[in-house]
């Protein structure tokens, strides 16, 4: 669906290169994600991508065709949720959503379907000028898949949203997926890209470090132990014992006849999986 | 979605955006109240000044009448659209659009073009409503379509160099005062008026003031005038390209 080799782009002026030799490649019917701390370099590689910026250097290849061979045809197939919000603040939500929905010749859905979705029926003509920002931010994903995109950009989808609405996102994101949607996720959000992507990508300093299942990265770098507490006469005991021959191990099997306060996997997570790759948080 | 497809909804956006703000609808009606206060308040005036203090406005009638067929339209039309424009780039509207089979490209183009479309329509009835010190048809229509390159540049004046609406209201004055500074060569004599030329609309007055005189010439400042001005609009245009590719 999206291929991308050797992509280097720097700002007119820049000393340094934004992202510097990107390579990486998109399956169809994926969820794919860019994660990386602000500055890393992943809205750049967004803004190539959805061919916002110009005078990079490299190959990108995009459903099958370079994307310097795309015109405006490009974005019939292609939609993009922005960090922020940008509509005209002077319409409602749906002359915002009829009025792009006019601009694509394929089928569309009806503002009031996606509005729905994103819950903001009850507020289709209002207009967005008196939204507040988490609305704003939802009328732009929705606007977002109104032409049913073959390959979709999201950046930073949940960002601003409250957990209702942050996961009612991510159903809608699955369920485009299910139909066959491409997703390209830019995030800093570890929690929604281990919830979502199916192989995620760690940038920094605009360089990939490592592209990878979140599942196969967390087995890589997390430790594949049971921390097992209990009570004591004093106050509480952990104990670690290997998942390897867990059901045979007596230690492990006696613990569990004591009086246990709590029992936790060792699994790391994505967030951990990022510091101990990139050796950089994500701030 | 062909190009009229696309431009008939920016249409339909533009008219429901304009209808919505009364400041940018109040501007749009400047042009013609201004226009109709010429036609009957201006020979009201001359008769005031000849009798009382003998002075003739009639010989400046042309001066009058160029201002408000070349300038007030164009300029008005102009930056009515350059609001728009200005919002779109504050909005972010403008990034939204470019991931959509509008494009950077076809937007600016036609958002450059409305205000002169516009004022195509409006240069040629803001002179016919004034109805004073006008040239001769052919001249009127040539220039008027000539003058129409002003509303473009007046758009992307205020998009341009204004980062928000109070800074785009200083703006405003600005294109007005400037555009006022030509009118200071009918004061000069030849060849020093020419200094007036470095201000592009100067070659279009001169072109009005010319034909509306009688003269022949007019043709030969009015090419001049379709020239700088062009270069003029070609400029401010690259300028906003650049100004919102660095946005981005």
Same mark, same amino acid.
């Given at each position: 669906m999206l291929e991308v080799k050797k992509l280097d782009f720097t700002y007119p002026g820049a000393a340094q290169p934004a992202i510097s030799g990107l390579g990486f490649e998109v399956r169809e019917g994926e969820v794919f994600g860019l994660l990386g701390p602000s500055g890393a370099g992943k809205s750049t590689t967004q803004g190539v991508l959805i061919g916002l910026l110009e005078g990079w250097r490299g190959s990108v290849e995009a459903m099958g065709r370079p994307l310097s061979q795309w015109g405006a045809d490009y974005y019939e197939h292609v939609g993009v949720s922005f960090e922020m919000p940008n509509h005209f603040l002077k319409l409602t939500a749906r002359e915002n959503l009829d009025y792009f929905r006019s601009l694509y010749a394929s089928e569309t859905f009806r503002a009031e379907e996606v509005l729905e979705q994103v819950g903001l029926a009850n507020s289709v003509d209002v207009r967005v000028s008196e939204f507040s920002k988490g609305m704003k931010n939802r009328l732009t994903f929705a606007r977002s898949f109104?032409?049913?995109p073959k390959l979709w950009f999201l950046d930073e989808p949940t960002a601003g949203l409250d957990p209702v609405n942050a996961r009612n996102i991510r159903n809608i994101v699955r369920q485009r997926q299910a139909e066959g949607t491409t997703v390209v996720l830019t995030t800093h959000n570890m929690q929604l890209a281990d919830d979502l992507c199916d192989r995620v990508g760690f940038i920094v300093d605009g360089q990939l470090r490592v592209v990878e299942a979140p599942e196969v990265l967390k087995?890589?770098?997390?430790?594949?132990?049971?921390?097992v507490t209990t009570e004591t006469a004093t106050g509480a005991q952990d104990h670690e014992f290997s998942l390897?021959?867990?059901a045979d191990n007596s230690e492990f099997l006696a613990t569990l006849r004591q009086t246990v306060r709590s029992i936790h996997s060792e699994e790391t997570t994505l967030e951990d999986v990022f510091i101990q790759v990139t050796g950089t948080r994500l701030t | 979605m062909t190009w009229l497809e696309i431009t008939r909804g920016l249409v339909v956006t533009d008219v429901k955006q304009i209808s919505r703000d009364r400041f940018l609808g109040f501007v749009l009606g400047y042009s013609i109240v201004l226009a109709v206060a010429v036609r009957f308040g201006v020979p009201r005036l001359a008769v005031v000044l000849m009798d009382q203090y003998g002075i003739d406005l009639v010989p400046y009638y042309s001066l009058i009448s160029s201002f408000v067929a070349l300038t007030m339209g164009s300029g008005m039309v102009g930056l009515v659209l350059g609001f728009l424009l200005l919002e779109a780039r504050e909005t972010r509207v403008i990034e939204a659009l470019s991931v959509s089979p509008v494009t950077f490209e076809r937007f600016l183009s036609y958002r450059v073009a409305l205000p002169m479309v516009l004022a195509l329509g409006l240069n040629p009835l803001c002179a016919w409503i004034a109805g004073i010190g006008l040239p001769a048809l052919g001249p009127l229509l040539a220039l008027s379509?000539?003058?129409?390159? $002003?509303?473009?540049? %007046?758009?992307?004046?205020? %998009?341009? $160099? +204004?980062?928000?609406?109070?800074? +785009? $209201?200083?703006v405003m004055k600005l294109v007005s005062g400037t555009s006022m500074v030509p009118l200071a060569a009918k004061f000069m004599p030849e060849p020093a008026q020419y200094l007036c030329g470095l201000f592009p609309p100067y070659w279009l007055f001169k072109a009005w003031w010319v034909a509306a005189d009688g003269g022949a010439t007019w043709w030969i400042y009015a090419v001049v005038g379709a020239i700088t001005n062009t270069l003029l609009l070609k400029w401010m245009k690259r300028r906003f390209e650049r100004l919102v590719h660095k946005g981005s």
């Open positions: 109104l032409h049913r087995r890589r770098y997390g430790r594949r132990a049971v921390r390897a021959g867990l | 379509v000539v003058g129409v390159l $002003f509303a473009g540049i %007046a758009t992307l004046t205020l %998009a341009t $160099f +204004a980062d928000n609406k109070i800074q +785009a $209201f200083a």
